[in-house]
């Protein structure tokens, strides 16, 4: 018989699993997904915001006609705005750049009031999301940070409810649980009460992307949203948030952007589940970890979202094209002979000085770089976030000769606009279109990151 509920928050938590058979297919351990996308706010985050919710209650940190205030990447937020809808609380929500648009919209449905701020800035940054709201919060009367980075009300929800269902789901069976980590309070709570209740017998795996600082990446940026920890190079002190135990997770499984993405395609056109990038993250890690087992264990992998709040971003193909993580180009043919044939990627330091910026130069096709945020070491290449502007060998010469920049002035001043980006799997054709009348060149993107300059001559004026 189907549940009747006296509200919405009534019927937060209690998602089914859902045995992933044909990416499973032909793996000793069983792998199951538990759901979260079936939520009523469509996301893990219901759990976590309705157990600060109440704790904010019982604490008399939240009083009656009060104000909600949250930085977030759009679930906790959302689950926010579903709870100040039927509760009667002002909901204000400060919502990351790199955050889908659709998750915007939702809130704005659900009246909650969006403020969008960066993250890709240090954290110290005035205008970095984290502060943008903690002012707003201090700012406003009768205003509650909800603060799920920090909050235990967070990683309880999770040793309350997700662990213990996914124990009972799966009959104490559960041998490994694979979950993201974003505030860290899903894998924080479940992993506890998970090896709490087996004895110890549960190994937890956390599925990072690729050069997030969790699992040991130097904090560069990635395309998955949600999850991870991104480090910006001028950040002075890094802080990890009281939600996550580091030691949850018995070990990590380091994904890159591009198997997160084509992964969470999958999930829609393989398994009937339309779930998030963050799921297509988990997913993999869970493959992975499935494929070293044998028919004695048993996987959970959570999946936090759905799929429904993508559909701009992993769920369409010109997307995934635009930032080069489909080659497949409709007709015409991809970048990829252009490219082979530029040369390596030349990129300019946007912090160093002329006659630097210069001798780099000298190697770059068609005299032109992008200019990039400043990295010690880039084992994951340069990010498409990371380019601010561009570098031009005619700009740097012209100057010099005229005498208006010295050699050890700082390249600054003679930064052009940001070269349009193609990816790899877009046409010539979009690339021409994509230099307009004025940009130089364009930059090509292969997974996300810069792969090569592709100068105005070379593009043929077709
Ligand atoms: N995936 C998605 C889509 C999320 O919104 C979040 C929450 N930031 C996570 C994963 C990570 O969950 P947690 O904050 O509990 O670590």
Excluded at 283 to 306: E, F, K, M, Q
Excluded at 309 to 332: I, P, T
Excluded at 364 to 384: C, E, H, K, L, N
Excluded at 403 to 427: C, N
């Amino acid at each position: 018989m189907t549940a009747v509920h006296e509200s919405v928050l009534d019927a937060i938590g209690g998602t089914p699993l859902f045995r992933l058979s044909r990416l499973g297919a032909g793996l000793a351990a069983p792998v199951y997904a538990k759901a979260e996308f079936l939520g009523i706010g469509g996301s893990v985050k219901d759990r976590a915001a309705l157990s600060m919710v109440l704790a904010a209650e019982r604490d008399g940190l939240l009083k009656p006609g009060g104000t909600i205030v949250e930085a977030t990447s759009g679930n906790t937020g959302i689950g926010l705005a579903i709870i100040g809808a039927q509760r009667g609380y002002r909901v204000i929500v400060g919502v990351g750049d790199k955050a889908s648009p659709e998750k915007s919209d939702i809130l704005r449905a659900y009246g909650a009031e969006v403020v969008l701020a960066p993250t890709v800035l240090p954290l110290e940054d005035p205008a970095h999301l984290f502060n943008v709201i903690r002012r707003l919060a201090e700012e406003i009367p009768g205003a509650w940070f909800a603060n799920q980075y920090d909050n235990p009300a967070n990683p309880d929800a999770h040793l309350r409810t997700t662990g213990p269902e996914i124990w009972e789901q799966t009959a104490g069976r559960v041998t490994h649980f694979v979950a993201g980590v974003g505030t860290g309070g899903t894998i924080t709570g479940t992993a506890e009460y998970l090896k709490e209740v087996s004895g110890g017998t549960v190994t937890v795996i956390g599925a990072d992307p690729e050069s997030s600082t969790y699992g040991g990446g130097d904090g560069s940026p990635y395309f998955v949203e949600s999850i991870g920890h991104f480090l910006h190079p001028a950040t002075v002190e890094d802080r990890q948030p009281e939600a996550y135990r580091t030691d949850a997770p018995d070990a990590f499984e380091r994904v890159p952007d591009r198997e997160s993405l084509l992964t969470a395609r999958r999930l829609a056109r393989e398994e009937g589940i339309l779930a998030g990038p963050s799921s297509g993250t988990a997913v993999a890690a869970a493959l992975r970890v499935a494929r070293r087992l044998g028919p004695d264990d048993l996987v959970v992998v959570l999946l936090p979202d759905s799929g429904r709040s993508y559909l701009s971003k992993v769920h369409s193909d010109a997307w995934m094209r635009q930032w080069g993580f489909l080659e497949e180009s409709e007709g015409a043919g991809g970048l990829r002979p252009l490219l082979d044939g530029a040369g390596p990627l030349v990129a300019v330091d946007a912090y160093t000085t002329v006659g630097e910026a210069a001798r780099a130069l000298r190697g770059a096709p068609g005299g032109i770089a992008p200019a990039v945020q400043p990295r010690t070491a880039r084992p994951y290449g340069v990010s498409a976030m990371e380019v601010v502007g561009s570098v031009s060998r005619e700009v740097l010469a012209a100057a010099l000769a005229d005498g208006t920049a010295e050699p050890d002035d700082p390249l600054g001043a003679l930064l052009g606009p940001a070269l349009p980006t193609v990816g790899v799997g877009q046409s010539a054709e979009e690339a021409r279109g994509a230099l307009g009348a004025g940009h130089p060149g364009v930059l090509v993107l292969v997974d996300g990151r810069a792969a090569g300059v592709l100068p105005r001559s070379s593009l043929g004026d077709g």
